[in-house]
């Protein structure tokens, strides 16, 4: 067997091939997983802003009304059977038979917006207030109850569940 000599300045090498660069399309499933996630936030973000500024849209409208409707009363049985109106039409929006209501029916429908006791007690004591003048019902007190009410209506969360009565058998 003949070995055969090795050049004197050594072995001849090969040089070294690197394989190619990976190419920047398609990207690998991290940046997808990235971008359907970048997607998601936006759109959800992009729908709380809408449903926020609708809500502000909204209550922004019920109290200009209200204020209008203070502007515009001659006298507190005015202003209290406008401001009973407005709460009327505000109620229909969740409890489509609101406008039909009263009594304990009415003060139920008041009472499934997130408020104080006090404030529904308050407003519901317009339904007899606007036809009774003689009772002393403060204008400057129902118009603030309301403005309390009429905020936490304005959110879709503001409203409770309504609770069905049990029927007798």
Do not use: C, N
Request: hydrophobic share 55%.
């Amino acid at each position: 067997m003949i070995l055969s000599a090795a050049p004197a300045r050594g072995p001849v090498l090969r040089d070294i091939h690197l394989p190619p660069a990976p190419p920047w399309w398609p990207p690998a499933p991290g940046w997808w997983v990235l971008a359907a996630m970048v997607v998601v936030l936006a759109l959800l973000g992009a729908w709380l802003w809408r449903r926020e500024r609708t809500i502000t849209r909204r209550r922004e409208h019920w109290f200009a009304e209200l204020d209008r409707v203070q502007r515009q009363a001659v006298d507190a049985g005015a202003t209290l059977a406008g401001i009973h109106q407005l709460l009327r039409r505000v109620a229909r929006l969740h409890v489509p038979s609101a406008a039909r209501q009263s009594g304990a029916a009415w003060r139920a429908t008041l009472a499934r917006v997130r408020v104080d006791a006090q404030v529904v007690e308050r407003l519901a004591a317009l339904d007899a207030a606007m036809y009774r003048p003689a009772l002393a019902t403060d204008a400057d007190a129902a118009r603030q109850a309301a403005r309390l009410w009429l905020h936490a209506a304005a959110r879709p969360r503001g409203w409770r569940r309504a609770v069905k009565e049990a029927t007798r058998v």
